[in-house]
């Protein structure tokens, strides 16, 4: 190269790939697609000359051809400020650059119009599916999805009660998360346990007639605590957090509400939070109060996204966030090859991390 001249470093293209190995454009193009009809052997062939002569797919290339780029959508629906659902991207786009596949990624507000936008972004870039991530405090707009998969999108939705015939879901089995924690609890000898929920919560064990959206999570976990409290015979105790702020700051309000019962929680051994930050507000309020944990007052919350933050670190229950963005992307590929398979509806369970927050008590009935 001449000095002070620039020289483009020569493209690859699948054009090349058949040359170097002297087979057609067409078998190759195939190979990086995923489409059947190839031999496991050819593709894994084609795969590895494509790895050493340095060919990039164009996710926006395939869309001059089919209609469709090589691109994946995901709309987080969502109060994503707090970052929790970096795992589900992670493991979203693992999946989609094994098959090929660019990531385009959409935060919705709580206003309509932002899901429009998302949408109209979707449709501009042709992509070719898109998983919409719906959090407990947001609706989508179910028109608007159906609509894009009438247009030949392939679409799913995690977290959200949105039901349709042609769109995959997933859900996470919020019920059975609050259900094992509190047996777990009861397990390690605690026999007076208290739940802190939020405003609006379900204060009653409700039969199989009653339903709660599964997108509730609030509600569905404070039900698996009173399920375990009633099969083993013990005295529910949920207490509804105060709202003191607004917006309101959950942390906050449950420091508040544990602050206005003076330190007066009679024979109560365990405290479960609705979520971490249920949890880490009565870890604050428990010191001022001189309350040691967990030998005096075992607590326990849900997501483990701030669990590590407390002192003592919390024992949770994670949200299975990288597996429903692994399975989110799976799903969409799927569903792209075959566009008329029965609707998929996976449920995952939650994991429990022990951490320093709990102990077992020997307390009486």
């Known amino acids: 190269m001449e000095e002070g001249r620039y020289v483009r470093e020569k493209k690859i293209t699948m054009k090349d790939i058949a040359v170097h190995l002297n087979i057609d454009r067409t078998t190759v193009s195939k190979a990086l697609s995923a489409n059947p ?3 496991q052997a050819m593709v894994e062939k084609v795969k590895q000359a494509a790895k050493e002569l340095g060919y990039h797919k164009d996710p926006f290339a395939s869309g001059l051809m089919t209609g469709k780029n090589a691109v994946l959508g995901i709309v987080v629906a969502s ?5 929790i659902y970096a795992s589900f991207v992670r493991s979203f786009e693992q999946v989609a650059g094994a098959h090929q596949h660019a990531v ?3 935060h919705v507000e709580r206003k309509k119009e932002d899901l429009l936008k998302a949408i109209r972004l979707l449709r501009q870039q042709r992509v070719s599916g898109a998983t919409f991530v719906a959090g407990t405090h947001e609706e989508l707009d179910e028109q608007y999805i159906i609509e894009l998969t009438e247009s030949g999108m392939a679409i799913n939705v995690t977290g959200s009660r949105f039901s349709h015939d ?3 879901s997933i859900q996470y089995d919020h019920k059975r998360a609050g259900y094992d924690l509190t047996r777990y609890l009861i397990e390690q000898g605690h026999r007076h346990i208290m ?3 939020l405003p609006g919560a379900v204060l009653k064990l409700l039969d ?3 339903r709660i959206s599964p997108r509730d999570s ?3 976990r404070t039900q698996g605590y009173l399920q375990a409290m009633h099969e083993a015979g013990l005295p529910a105790s949920v207490v509804v957090a105060m709202q003191t702020t607004k917006p309101s700051i959950i942390v906050q309000d449950c420091y508040m509400t544990l602050k206005a019962t003076g330190g007066n929680l009679g024979q109560t051994s365990a405290i479960v939070g609705a979520s971490d930050d249920h949890a880490l507000g009565v870890l604050f309020a428990l010191k001022e109060f001189g309350i040691t944990v967990p030998q005096q007052i075992s607590v326990v919350g849900f997501d483990d996204a701030y669990a590590n933050l407390g002192v003592p670190q919390l024992t949770t229950m994670r ?12 799903l969409l590929i799927e569903r792209m090859k075959a566009p008329n398979k029965d609707k998929a509806r996976i449920v995952l369970p939650y994991e429990m991390i022990v951490r320093g927050s709990t102990s077992p008590t020997n307390q009486p009935v």
């Open 79 to 83: 109060e994503i400020n707090r970052n």
């Open 195 to 197: 739940m802190i929920s």
């Open 104 to 106: 385009i990624i959409c």
């Open 319 to 330: 949200v299975p966030l990288r597996e429903s963005g692994e399975t989110a992307g799976r």
């Open 166 to 168: 042609s769109v995959d």
């Open 208 to 210: 199989d007639t009653e």
């Open 37 to 39: 009809g190839l031999s």
């Open 218 to 220: 609030n509600n569905l």
